[in-house]
């Protein structure tokens, strides 16, 4: 059974990016793929989040795989995401992300656990780097 994450380990580093910028190499593309529900390998078929969009990065050859979640302004996760096979790795490049349970400013790193789950929202709109090492 899945767990709120309590344990959740999170780090603020001294000196976050600033709101808005991509870098010299990711310009904005507002068509980039919307969010797809349950894309993962034996999941249900895709679901499209408005207002938050995935941007796949990386993909390993045992399936772990990196993107770029964005999240507009007053949008949440339909509901639980439960992280499985594996953990969840997050940083937050720009803007507040909110896990259900607390508010989290750029620069802030968040370890879930594999088992756990959250509610993932924003009320101000960020930035996401998300890493699954296990897929």
Same mark, same amino acid.
């Given at each position: 059974?899945?767990?709120?994450?309590?344990?959740?380990?999170?780090?603020?580093?001294?000196?976050?990016?600033?709101?808005?910028?991509?870098?010299?190499?990711?310009?904005?593309?507002?068509?980039?793929?919307?969010?797809?529900?349950?894309?993962?390998?034996?999941?249900?078929?895709?679901?499209?989040?408005?207002?938050?969009?995935?941007?796949?990065? &990386?993909?390993?050859?045992?399936?772990?795989?990196?993107?770029?979640?964005?999240?507009?302004?007053?949008?949440? &996760?339909?509901?639980?995401?439960?992280?499985?096979?594996?953990? !969840?790795?997050?940083?937050?490049?720009?803007?507040?992300?909110?896990?259900?349970?607390? !508010?989290?400013?750029?620069?802030?790193?968040?370890?879930?656990?594999?088992?756990? &789950?959250?509610?993932?929202?924003?009320?101000?709109?960020?930035?996401?780097?998300?890493?699954?090492?296990?897929?």
């Amino acid at each position: 059974m899945a767990r709120k994450y309590p344990e959740v380990s999170s780090r603020t580093l001294a000196r976050p990016l600033r709101h808005g910028h991509r870098g010299a190499h990711a310009p904005r593309n507002p068509r980039a793929g919307r969010l797809h529900l349950g894309h993962r390998p034996g999941g249900t078929r895709p679901r499209t989040v408005p207002g938050i969009r995935f941007r796949p990065l &990386w993909t390993g050859p045992t399936g772990a795989h990196a993107g770029v979640l964005e999240m507009d302004a007053g949008t949440s &996760w339909p509901r639980r995401d439960v992280h499985e096979p594996g953990p !969840e790795e997050v940083y937050v490049v720009a803007g507040t992300f909110d896990d259900g349970a607390r !508010e989290h400013p750029a620069g802030t790193f968040l370890h879930a656990p594999a088992g756990t &789950w959250h509610v993932p929202a924003s009320a101000t709109g960020c930035t996401l780097f998300l890493f699954y090492p296990e897929g």
